[in-house]
């Protein structure tokens, strides 16, 4: 059986991402795989491209062929290099830096209207309404 390592296409029309998988030469590009060792997202800026080395190695010395694009993917990893021999081999891979939080800008004014605050009648007599409870005793005692 002939065995290649080759991507396996996923996600929607314009936005693609594919898996690196083993699988016999004769199946169709998205039909049954052997295994999956790794995945590749283009759209990504930068492109992310994770591979599985141990499995990748293990295909490669048992006879499995890359594709052009896998070759291209396993060199920029650095495990086609490793296959060959090469001690030199490293990733060079650039890797996301990690995102900035929001920060809101003060300056402006907010979007968000703020709530009318409904008037509330205050009694306009505090004085007699608290001097008539007392008075109201005062009756009641004598």
Do not use: C
Not at 26 to 54: C, L, N
Not at 77 to 83: L, N, R
Not at 103 to 121: G, L, M, N, R
């Amino acid at each position: 059986m002939a065995v290649k390592i080759r991507l396996k296409r996923l996600g929607k029309i314009r936005a693609p991402y594919y898996r690196i998988v083993v699988a016999d030469s004769r199946t169709k590009r998205d039909g049954r795989v052997i295994e999956e060792i790794g995945q590749y997202h283009p759209t990504e800026e930068p492109s992310i491209i994770k591979v599985d080395s141990a499995r990748a190695q293990y295909w490669l010395s048992v006879g499995a062929q890359p594709t052009e694009q896998v070759t291209a993917l396993l060199k920029l990893t650095g495990d086609w290099g490793q296959f060959k021999g090469d001690k030199n081999a490293v990733s060079t891979v650039k890797v996301a830096g990690e995102k900035d939080e929001f920060v809101a800008d003060t300056a402006k004014k907010s979007v968000i209207k703020p709530k009318a605050e409904k008037k509330v009648e205050e009694p306009a007599d505090d004085a007699d309404d608290a001097a008539a409870p007392e008075a109201a005793a005062e009756t009641d005692a004598e």
